[in-house]
């Protein structure tokens, strides 16, 4: 999601990695797959080729679009039978476990 919603130059691995709150290893072996399945490729970036920009490949883009319709409903289904306090509860709650998440980065 973090390629598919990015512009055309991509984002670095270490920015994928910030953004999910995982790390770089983490994202490299994830990247190994995608890229093996052809999903997300590795180009060198332009103003320094020492740095990687991750992109989306033609058909992992198209596998995300047929993807997201049938996740977003059963998001919303998933969700469906909270009250709108209790969603907000859920959020708040949520928000202070990521605030968290940096411990489980540490060895």
């Known amino acids: 999601m973090q390629l598919y919603l990015t512009d055309e130059k991509g984002l670095t691995p270490s920015e ?7 790390t770089k290893a983490t994202i490299t072996g994830l990247l190994d797959g995608l890229e093996r399945d052809g999903l997300v490729r590795r180009l060198p970036d332009i103003t320094d080729r020492r740095m990687l920009r991750l992109q989306l490949t033609d058909k992992g883009r198209d596998l995300l679009s047929q993807m997201l319709p049938d996740h977003f409903c059963r998001t919303t289904d998933l969700m469906g039978n909270l009250t709108d306090s209790e ?6 709650l ?3 476990v990521r605030t968290g998440t940096s411990a489980m980065l540490d060895p």
Request: positive net charge.
């Open 16 to 22: 994928c990695a910030q953004r999910a709150g995982v």
């Open 94 to 96: 949520l928000n202070k």
């Open 87 to 92: 969603k907000k509860t859920l959020i708040k």
